[in-house]
């Protein structure tokens, strides 16, 4: 396993990092700034920001552009996973950065999704105006009504009625929904409730503008809500589709997932190891610059422990996550099932541990909006349950881990000899 970056990767990184220190970190505050504007000045928050705005040009024109898509003709700057990965997790030190090079979440997946799954009709109208970030997407699964974490307890209805699908249901935390610029959903619904267990889903586009579509709320996560982006409670009422926009076909919604949500995931890991390397800068810069007790803060040998054990973890966090981005290059997403669902366990559990022991270092700086650090652990907390819970992932890794071990039908078990 090599993980040594790759002269194309080595190049993009050096340019990416001198458009953050360039672009990126001065405009942190005034992004802040802008959005607050908005709804005060405007009366509406759900306003694009001209700093992301202006900002995309200039990446594009840098090649920073479309860099999350391996393997498609239409994005030819795409990156294998693990050449993708240190850039992911630089854009990972800002939450709003990765969308200044359209390779922000849910879009990315939704792109994939397209890309692998869709059909060239459904990649004209909304993959390439996607890949060219002239719209946002959504992706419509977690219901209020039933444990999500179980997907096969999702009750939306799809329902084939002569050429169109009517879709009934209710759906949140639809992570994009809020944007104006949300022109589609892909959606996972139930087209047949008395087939296989995993059988009875669907994935299914549905334009955000057509009939029966409510957005009704924006979610707030621990009081910030996001915007321009926003995660949204949304109804679909008796909306019909053309049966053509089904993905796959019927029962194929769990297929898809699996497709989707592998990448997603490990984008997930590779910004929150971005996030925590940016909690442990931010965390010695003021541990070293403040005294306490009559020595810098620094000094103190619970804060060299904390700065140790950080490294430590987000070291680790790492190297799982490239191998895990090697093996799905390398194998694919169902070898690598083990190895993504490891990461997507350990990499927000690391990350939350060290921005919380930043927060710790700024005392009551931390917990305000002063510094980046109450937002990231917001953001980064949210982690733990999207795309699936850490508890859901454990079973899944425990389940891998025990069939090793587990004895084919007919056969013992020999238990290890002990000496007495």
């Not at 030190?93 to 939704?110: H, K, L, Q, Y």
């Not at 639809?174 to 996972?188: E, F, N, Q, T, V």
């Not at 809500?225 to 076909?249: K, T």
């Amino acid at each position: 396993m090599e993980f040594e970056y790759s002269e194309r990767c080595q190049a993009l990184r050096e340019k990416l990092l001198r458009f953050m220190d360039q672009h990126i970190y001065p405009n942190e505050r005034a992004y802040k700034d802008e959005v607050d504007s908005n709804g005060l000045e405007k009366g509406n928050r759900w306003i694009p920001t001209k700093i992301i705005e202006e900002l995309k040009p200039i990446a594009r024109k840098e090649g920073l552009w479309n860099l999350f898509l391996p393997k498609s003709d239409r994005a030819p700057e795409g990156l294998s996973n693990l050449d993708y990965a240190p850039l992911c997790e630089i854009m990972g030190r800002i939450p709003w950065a990765p969308e200044v090079f359209n390779c922000s979440a849910p879009d990315t997946g939704n792109m994939e999704t397209i890309e692998r799954y869709g059909t060239e009709e459904h990649k004209r109208q909304w993959l390439e105006p996607l890949l060219r970030g002239e719209m946002r997407s959504a992706f419509a699964m977690t219901e209020p009504d039933v444990a999500s974490s179980d997907a096969t307890n999702i009750s939306t209805r799809i329902e084939r009625v002569g050429d169109e699908y009517v879709i009934n249901g209710r759906k949140w935390w639809i992570s994009g929904a809020g944007d104006p610029r949300c022109k589609i959903y892909i959606l996972m619904g139930k087209t047949d409730p008395n087939a296989p267990r995993h059988s009875q889903q669907s994935m299914i586009l549905v334009p955000s503008d057509v009939k029966g579509v409510t957005v009704v709320r924006p979610l707030s996560v621990f009081g910030y809500d996001d915007a321009p982006h926003g995660h949204c409670e949304v109804i679909f009422d008796n909306v019909r589709v053309p049966a053509s926009n089904i993905l796959l076909g019927e029962g194929r919604g769990f297929e898809i997932a699996q497709g989707r949500l592998g990448p997603g995931r490990i984008h997930h890991c590779m910004r929150a190891i971005g996030t925590a390397e940016r909690a442990l800068e931010l965390m010695c810069r003021r541990i070293d610059s403040r005294v306490a007790f009559g020595k810098k803060v620094s000094e103190q040998g619970v804060w060299r422990e904390r700065i140790a054990e950080s490294r430590i973890m987000i070291d680790s966090a790492r190297l799982l996550v490239l191998k895990a981005a090697y093996m799905m290059d390398t194998v694919g997403n169902k070898v690598a099932k083990s190895e993504i669902a490891m990461i997507k366990v350990l990499a927000p559990v690391m990350a939350q541990k060290v921005i919380d022991w930043a927060i710790q270092a700024h005392g009551g700086g931390g917990v305000s909006d002063d510094f980046p650090l109450a937002q990231l652990w917001a953001h980064n907390r949210t982690l733990r349950i999207a795309d699936g819970p850490d508890e859901v992932h454990r079973n899944a890794i425990a389940k891998l881990e025990i069939a090793k071990y587990a004895s084919l039908p007919g056969e013992s078990v020999d238990l290890p000899v002990t000496r007495s």
